[in-house]
Nanobody, 123 residues
Framework: QVQLVESGGGLVQAGGSLRLACAASGRTFSSYAMAWFRQAPGKERNFLGGIRWSGGSTDYADSVKGRFTISRDMAKNTVYLQMNSLKPEDTAVYLC????????????????WGQGTQVTVSS
C-alpha cells in the first residue's frame, strides 16, 4: 500500500501562484510514476501532469503546459506541483495519484489516490 497526502492548497488571487505537495509513504519503492489531477464540482477528473520517479521525465496536459511544473524530491518521497498565473477556472480539488506501472493521462491507470486539497482562485 502507498499512502498519499496532499498539502499546500488555499485561496489565491488570479495571477498568483501556489505550490502543492504530495507526500508518499508506505511501499513507495513499488511506485513508478506520480501524477496530479483536478476535479471541479460537477465535472470530470482531469489530468494535469505527471512525473516518473526514475529519471524524472514529465508529461503535461496542454491546458496547463507553461504554467504548471511538476518536480520530485526522491529523498522526501514527495512530488510538487508549482502553479503560476492562476486563473479562476483553475479552482478545483487537486489530487495526486501514484501508479505502479504507468505514467498515464487516464485516471483509472492509477493505483493510489490522496484525499485532495482545495485550490480556490478569486477574480
Amino acid at each position: 500500500q502507498v499512502q498519499l497526502v496532499e498539502s499546500g492548497g488555499g485561496l489565491v488571487q488570479a495571477g498568483g501562484s501556489l505550490r502543492l505537495a504530495c507526500a508518499a509513504s508506505g511501499r513507495t519503492f513499488s511506485s513508478y510514476a506520480m501524477a496530479w489531477f483536478r476535479q471541479a464540482p460537477g465535472k470530470e477528473r482531469n489530468f494535469l501532469g505527471g512525473i516518473r520517479w526514475s529519471g524524472g521525465s514529465t508529461d503535461y496536459a496542454d491546458s496547463v503546459k507553461g504554467r504548471f511544473t511538476i518536480s520530485r524530491d526522491m529523498a522526501k518521497n514527495t512530488v510538487y506541483l508549482q502553479m503560476n498565473s492562476l486563473k479562476p477556472e483553475d479552482t478545483a480539488v487537486y489530487l495526486c495519484a501514484a501508479s505502479n506501472s504507468w505514467l498515464s493521462r487516464t485516471s483509472y491507470r492509477y493505483d493510489y489516490w490522496g484525499q485532495g486539497t482545495q485550490v480556490t482562485v478569486s477574480s
